[in-house]
């Protein structure tokens, strides 16, 4: 079946911009994390869906960041005003259910850079 | 809070040799253990996990792993590498404490020669 998928696969922004990444995890699944993977801070969680709500905020860096998730399903994550720090990969994750056991599956990412 | 070391960053092998790579965990409560692979420009893949029971854990591709709960460890190993396994290896854990959310390790980038 269709495993997660995110959009767009890479994006290049000038400074000060916003963006906006998607993700569409798989049908069913009812919880959903972002991640940020760069190369000084290596793979970082962000925050962390149930349904459409956001239990876990924990990791966002700043309140640029932030993110949503309609009718359980997509979701995305919105950076306003970019900064060069900003530049790694995003990866999405979903999960059958929020259990702490349960093996999250991840989609191949947003290669973000900020120029 | 927990955290995930990996010892080595990198791990150079010749095809068809044994390769292990080292995790080891904190955490003041109980965690489960899991490791990934990523490929080049992929996302991540579970290799295995660890939850409860047998603390060897058999997982994908041939790879396995030891949870030591005395050392805090869970080494991933493999005992014939082919050159389809270059690629990044990260543990994790997850923990009721701490949330939902997987804690990683460092990365260990393995490269397989021939």
């Known amino acids: 079946g269709a495993g997660v998928s995110q959009s767009p696969s890479n994006k290049v922004t000038e400074k000060g911009k916003d963006v906006e990444l998607r993700c569409d995890p798989i049908?069913?699944?009812?919880?959903l994390y972002w991640y940020r993977q760069s190369l000084g801070q290596g793979l970082e969680f962000l925050i962390y869906?149930?349904?459409?709500?956001?239990?876990?905020k924990s990791g966002l860096p700043s309140d640029r960041f932030s993110a949503e998730r309609t009718g359980g399903s997509v979701s995305t994550l919105t950076i306003q005003r970019t900064q060069q720090e900003d530049s790694a990969v995003y990866l999405c994750a979903s999960s059958p259910t929020s259990a702490i056991q349960e093996t999250q599956y991840f989609g191949p990412g947003t290669r973000l850079l900020v120029l | 809070a927990q955290s995930v070391t990996q010892l080595d960053s990198q791990v150079p092998v010749f095809e068809e040799a044994p390769v292990e790579l080292r995790c080891n965990y904190s955490s003041s409560v109980s965690v489960y253990l899991f490791w990934y692979v990523q490929y080049p420009n992929q996302g991540l893949q579970l290799l295995l996990k660890y939850l409860s029971g047998s603390t060897l854990v058999k997982g994908i591709n041939g790879f396995e792993a030891e949870f030591n709960k005395s050392q805090t460890s869970f080494h991933l190993r493999k005992p014939s590498v082919h050159i389809s396994d270059t690629a990044e290896y990260f543990c994790?854990?997850?923990?009721?404490?701490?949330?939902?959310?997987?804690?990683f390790g460092g990365g260990t980038r393995v490269l397989v020669k021939p």
């Open positions: 049908s069913g699944h009812t919880a």
């Open positions: 869906f149930q349904g459409n709500s956001a239990p876990d």
């Open positions: 994790a854990v997850s923990a009721a404490a701490a949330g939902n959310k997987l804690t």
